[in-house]
Every structure is written in C-alpha cells, then in structure tokens.
C-alpha cells in the first residue's frame, strides 16, 4: 500500500468536511498543495464524494448537527497546519487559540469568551461569518487535570477551563465582549450562536500510548485472551493511538463530559523519513525552496543532492520533533556558508551527503573554480 498513510490524512480532512454541513460548497476549489501527504488522485476522489454528500443534503434539507473534532498526534505531523489548510480550502474564518492560557472566570489569565473574540476579529467582526467559523484549542491536553494526588492545591487551570467550555462547545449563545479582554459587567457584549461553529481540540497528548497500552495488556489477560505484541516504550510510529478510547482520554485527565463534546477522534501518525522529503521538496513553500531563494539573494545556487536530503531526513526523524527537525538540521549545515558566502566570490554551494552528516562542510564553489571548471 504505497499511499496506506496518505488517505488516513485525507480520511482525517474528509472527516473535517462532513462534520459541518453548513460549510459553504466550495469542495471542487479545494488545493492542499501546501499540506503533504496528499496525492492527487485521492484528493480528486475525496472531493467527488464530498461533493456528492453535500449537494445530497441540500436536497434533503434536514437540520444536521456539527460534530467537534478532536485531533491526537505526535508534535509536529502538522495538526495546526492541518486545520489552517482546511480553512483556506473551505474559506471560513478560523482562530487559533492556545489553551495554555485560559482560566476560569475570575482568574487572572483569558476568560474563556476569549477564543470567540478571536473568531470575531478574524472574520472581522461579521456575526454571521464568525458564526460559520472554526475554533481550534491548540494544546487541549494541557487543560487536562493533574493525576489524582500529584497536586494538592485547588486546580485553577485544567478542569475548571473544562467546565467552562462545555456550553460553548456544544452550542449556546455566548456573550462576548465587545473589545475583547476579560468580561466586565458593564461593558458592551456581542452575542455570538456558537451552534454552526466548529471546534476542533488539538494536542500531543503525551503519554496516552502508555495509557492506552495499560488498558490492551490488561484485556489481555484470562483464558482465550488475545495476546498482543508487548509494548515498545521507544516505539514512535504512533499506531497503538488509533486504539484510543474515550476512556483513555478519560484517564489522561479530560472530564467525561468534556470527551463526551468531541465525538470525532483523529490521529495522525507520525511522519517517516518519506514524508520528510517530500515536506522538504514538495509543498509550494517547500522549506529547501526558502533556503535556496535566501542563497539566490546574493547570487548563490544551493545545490543539495539527493543522497543528502536522505541523510537530513534520518537526522530530523531522530530528533522526533516532526517536520520541525528539518529546519534545525538545515540550520546546522548551512549556517557557515549562510554568513560566508555574502559579498563573496562564491557562486554556488554544494551539500552532498557527507556535508549533510557533518563529516565535511559544504563545498563552496568561487568565479574562477567554476571557470576552470567548465574549460576542463
Ligand atoms: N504533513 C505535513 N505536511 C507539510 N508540512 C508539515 C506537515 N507536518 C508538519 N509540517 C511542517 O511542520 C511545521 C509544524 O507543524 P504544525 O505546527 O502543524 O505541528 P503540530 O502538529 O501542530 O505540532 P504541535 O503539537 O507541537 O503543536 C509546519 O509549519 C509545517 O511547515
Ligand atoms: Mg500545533
């Protein structure tokens, strides 16, 4: 199966799609040339049927209710560019909003209205746009509650900032202050119906693999039990993720009503070296693009072999911070030849695979060197 992953992450978009019916008909636009892991055919085949399913319910008009999404992953498989992505493709507003700071009401941190402020400000404070927006909790693992017993003093930040979305999540209307900030008894409010609105709740979610690898062996136990593989500590390929269960989001710290308010779970693997080159090669803004349009600047070709994008591909796959590993590898090879080469004679610089494992630096190619070169 050459494209096995490339259709769960379009399974995950599709998902995207038919959870709010009332996103405007805009399937047959949709490019996500900046989102990898995407080939065209499949792209094709996934909006036909989206399209299919759309014009279907407009036929049988019917009220159909949002279903919010929440989105497991590794850090860096691109959760955050995902919902970006989607919301260019779908043209809807979308606020990307960090739950790190969020408190409940009368502490000091962002009341929780604030996230639809946001919304408004992007959809420039047009009600009816905002209402058909998208609201994305970017690390929503982090409002979980602590483990029973590992704080002793009153939990301020998780449950409480649970507690307080619930009404918003599932649909209600919420005041929200009309210049933003904390709520203030006398100032103006806007009221926002947050019914059409689509949630999305993002997060690595650290150490649910072991959770939910906890609750597999213990099902494993008995007569006629499956036995399952054991578990893998260093393991990162992610799968034991897509086995994931209310009840482990549960257990991780997410209140069951909280859960119960996200009925889409989507996990995303994480990336292989493959994904890796092709994010480095691929996309419109490809990062290798950006590095050689800096060198273009001073009349630099960067030349960059194959091999070598192999070796800076294992190298960021190391790391397991994702896609963003590529840049700190990248950052590491050319930074000599980034502040070199400037103002120089040099007029081309070569990464080959030994400059990509750090053996050697990058080979810098002068006026005359490439002359003599040409005459040989
Ligand atoms: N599948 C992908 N295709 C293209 N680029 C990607 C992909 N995944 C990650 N990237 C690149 O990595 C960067 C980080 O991705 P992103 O911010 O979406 O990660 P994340 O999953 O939200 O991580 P975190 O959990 O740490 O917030 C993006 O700016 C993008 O350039
Ligand atoms: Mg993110």
Redesign the pocket.
Known sequence: MKYEKHIK?DEALYTFKSANPYFEKKTEEIFCE????HSEQIDCAVSKTMFQELSYNSYNFQVLDKSNILLI?P????????AKTLAQCLDVPIAICDCTVLTQAGYIGEDIESVLYKLLKVADFNIQRAQMGIVFL??IDKIAREAKGRSMFKDVNGEGVQQGLLKMLEGTIVNVPEKGGNKNPRGETLQIDTTNILFIG???FPGLDKIINERCCKNSLGFGAKISEPYDENSTDGRVLHQCDPIDLVKFGLIPEFMGRFPVHVCLDA?TKR?LIM?LTE?KNALLEQYRALFEIDGIELIITEEALDVIATKALEKNI???GLRTVIERILLEPMYETPGSNVVAVLVDKKAASGETRPRLFRKEELSKAIHV
């Not at 850090?75 to 995902?82: E, F, H, M, N, S």
């Open positions: 992450l900046d989102l990898m892991n992953g850090t860096g498989t691109g959760k955050t560019l995902l970017d690390e993002s997060g690595a990336l994904d994010i996309p994702g896609a963003r």
